[in-house]
């Protein structure tokens, strides 16, 4: 049985300990947060060892691989700790700030010969698996264009509002549109240039509201919106258009059916989905690795970098107004 720590019990901490508990291999040994003392009657702590600060956690020889779910501006701090304390690490998306910070959680993870994965969950999310499948199996011949969609109410529910402050969370452009973007990089690869248009909606956010054109070396048109400033009570939407040589596919978390596959020459279908929740996969994957002793690869460390490489270069589009290569 694994002990996993989980450091960060906000939002996603709390989404990853209920995880947890349908995973068979894995037992959370600890919990470490900067307000434990005000969070530990939300939980069912029993038997769970609770840490005010993280150093302790990192020392206790008792957990094998810590969970971090902290806010982003604290990644790269908090996962290179981990690594250098022997810890295997999971870490939330987006991987780091900048693509500086990804180099130096990269170096620590090889020095540490430890794991590491980012939590990139929509490569578990079955309507993106059942996608990925389609164009790496080519099920329906060459992808000839795919758009994406993300989409919310201004993320105001977060610790000290860190998330609508450009400075802590990268704004929406990091934080939310990180999703598509690594979707676009987990199927298609990097692409040569972006083409980037956003703007700020939120006092003192970053790039909340943007559409970008990802440019390939290939006949295909790629196409992702984002936008967290969308007004009354919208909830969240994301979703994708996929359309290729002999059919199309359609997502969006507002139908119901979520996915419907429209094969050319025959009627749609709603294909089957699976029951297990994504973030659930994501944490199970990685213990199993774990386990197992094989590195992860669905997610590698390089992989969520070039990630955050794509996003860098439209940020940099968006800025000058021109296409940026990557
Ligand atoms: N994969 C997804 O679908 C998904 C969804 C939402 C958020 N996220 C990511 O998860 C991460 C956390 O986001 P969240 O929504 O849970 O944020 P949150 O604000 O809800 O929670 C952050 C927690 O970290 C704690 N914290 C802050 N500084 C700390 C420190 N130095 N030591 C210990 N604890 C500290 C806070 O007290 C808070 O409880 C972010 O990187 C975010 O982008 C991922």
């Not at 909340?208 to 009570?233: F, H, M, P």
């Not at 909830?235 to 419907?260: D, L, M, Q, V, Y």
Request: charged share 30%.
């Amino acid at each position: 049985m694994l002990k996993v720590g989980i450091i960060g019990m906000g939002h996603m901490g709390e989404r990853h300990i209920n995880s947890y508990k349908n995973i068979d291999n894995v037992e959370v040994g600890a919990v470490n947060d900067v307000r434990i003392s005000e969070l530990v009657n939300k939980f069912d702590l029993e038997g769970i060892k609770t840490y005010e600060k993280i150093d302790d956690l990192l020392n206790d020889e008792c957990i094998d691989f810590v969970d971090i779910c902290l806010p982003t501006f604290l990644h790269k701090e908090y996962t290179t700790k981990a690594l250098d304390a022997g810890k295997h690490v999971i870490c939330e998306k987006p991987m780091a700030m900048n693509v500086e910070e990804c180099d130096a959680m990269i170096e620590a993870q090889k020095k540490s010969g430890r794991f590491l994965m980012i939590a990139q969950c929509i490569r578990f999310w079955n309507e993106y698996e059942i996608l990925k499948d389609y164009v790496f199996q080519n099920k329906f011949g060459r992808l000839l264009s795919l758009y994406m969609l993300r989409a919310c109410e201004p993320p105001s529910w977060s610790w000290n509002n860190w998330l609508e402050q450009g400075s802590k969370s990268g704004g929406a452009i990091l934080d939310l549109h990180v999703h598509d973007v690594d979707m676009v990089n987990y199927l298609l690869g990097k692409p040569e240039a972006v083409y980037s248009v956003g703007a700020n909606a939120i006092k003192g956010g970053g790039i909340d509201i943007l559409s970008t054109q990802y440019l390939y070396d290939k006949d295909i048109v790629v196409t992702v919106d984002c936008n967290w400033a969308v007004e009354g009570r919208f909830g969240f939407e994301a979703g994708f258009r996929a359309c290729f040589e002999r059919g199309t596919i359609i997502f969006s978390t507002k139908n119901n059916p979520s996915i419907t596959i429209y094969p050319k020459d025959k009627d749609s279908f709603v294909p089957e989905l699976e029951t297990k929740d994504a973030y659930e996969k994501e944490l199970s994957y990685f213990a199993d690795c774990i386990e197992k002793g094989k590195e992860p690869e669905i997610v590698t460390p390089k992989s969520a970098r070039d990630t955050i490489k794509i996003v860098t270069a439209e940020l940099k589009s968006i800025e000058s107004k021109e296409k940026s290569l990557i």
